[in-house]
């Protein structure tokens, strides 16, 4: 009898996930706006409490809701969570996909800049000069970090494509341990941290530029010594990569 039962739970819990997303995609309800309460919506779609709630947190593991304590879920903003979830996982399984994570990142950031060149604004501007100047103050490997991924961040911004916005925001955390370990890389190569800056200064000068040619060259290159730095870091003794 339960057997029987399970596919009409879940035949119902779909046909809840299903009304949520045409009230989402369909404008009804707009980033930041809460849901009908819970009680609305069941009478409303003829089901239970409790297979509501089953198609909220469907919604929630997508990203698509944000559910708080004592508040009704609300309809989330644009955001990368679920994919940021996936690189995450990828890499804790196994730290040599740092390496397949900048090939990623050569094919999107390669592009991304050369559409900076084209579109960046005077706003988008300021923010990269903004964090690369936080670059070239740091005074600390974590600090150096965090301003990398701002600039990073900035320049998919710059780009003028959401998409690829949300892709490199979706590699936040997995490229913020790709830095640290790739720094580690890059300094057992004998290299220094003005070698890092001068690649970022050339991307920087030629997106502000407008050189897309320029621009999308100076990435490429950078991301090709990134990845040279990582497979030194992996070829370290252990006691070497973690110190």
Do not use: C, K, W
Request: net charge negative; aromatic share 4%.
């Amino acid at each position: 009898m339960d057997n029987e039962r399970e596919p009409l739970s879940e035949s119902r819990t779909a046909g809840v996930v299903r009304h949520l997303e045409e009230l989402i995609f369909d404008g009804d309800l707009q980033p930041g706006q809460f849901l009908p309460s819970e009680g609305e919506l069941a009478t409303a779609m003829g089901v239970s409490r409790l297979t509501v709630r089953e198609g909220v947190r469907t919604l929630e593991a997508r990203g698509l809701l944000e559910v708080r304590r004592g508040r009704r879920p609300a309809v989330a903003y644009p955001n990368a969570a679920p994919l940021s979830g996936f690189f995450a996982a990828s890499l804790r399984r196994d730290p040599r996909n740092l390496l397949e994570l900048v090939e990623v990142r050569l094919a999107l950031e390669v592009h991304g800049t050369t559409l900076a060149a084209r579109h960046a604004t005077r706003t988008a501007l300021t923010s990269l000069d903004l964090a690369f100047n936080t670059m070239s103050q740091a005074n600390d490997e974590e600090s150096f970090n965090e301003a990398d991924v701002r600039f990073h961040a900035a320049l998919a911004a710059a780009s003028g494509n959401q998409m690829i916005s949300f892709l490199i925001e979706a590699m936040d955390e997995p490229m913020r341990e790709s830095r640290l370990r790739s720094l580690r890389g890059h300094l057992a190569r004998g290299r220094s941290m003005d070698d890092i800056m001068d690649e970022h200064a050339r991307i920087l000068a030629a997106v502000r530029d407008r050189d897309v040619r320029g621009a999308a060259e100076a990435m490429r290159e950078h991301l090709i010594q990134t990845r040279m730095d990582l497979r030194t870091f992996l070829a370290l003794p252990t006691s070497d990569a973690e110190g």
